[in-house]
């Protein structure tokens, strides 16, 4: 698990996920995690949602260079089946769970949600994914 990332201005605030601010991300964070953690993208399967701004024409492109054909999503070659419990493990379990973890501590601020979010992640153990 790569993350997390907040997609926020200068200031912290919160942004809207939209085609530029998702395909920077990739490129500015993404792909450098990925060669920062010395995984090389022919061993790396990409999963992702349908939302509209991660199945653009221009997102689908950065992707592909990404990740070759090896991306899980709405219109690739492996469709992404929304709801389905065997297809999408991320759905059902690691959200779920995560999700329990960074609620147990209460945040009462934005900066502690995310600081439990990151404490979270953080702690997920491989073997646990």
Not at 21 to 39: H, S
Not at 64 to 89: D, G, T
């Amino acid at each position: 698990m790569i993350g997390p990332y907040f997609f926020e201005d200068e200031a912290g605030r919160t942004q809207r996920v939209n085609l530029a601010r998702y395909t920077e991300m990739l490129r500015t964070f993404l792909e450098p995690e990925l060669e920062r953690l010395c995984v090389g993208t022919p061993n790396v399967w990409f999963q992702q949602n349908g939302a509209t701004a991660h199945t653009v024409r221009t997102a689908m492109q950065v992707l592909n260079e990404m990740f070759s054909a090896r991306v899980i999503s709405r219109r690739v070659i492996i469709e992404w089946l929304a709801r389905s419990p065997n297809l999408n493990a991320c759905d059902f379990f690691p959200w779920g769970y995560l999700k329990s973890k960074v609620c147990e501590k209460k945040p009462r601020t934005t900066m502690d949600l995310k600081q439990n979010i990151r404490d979270e992640v953080a702690a997920i153990y491989s073997t646990m994914l």
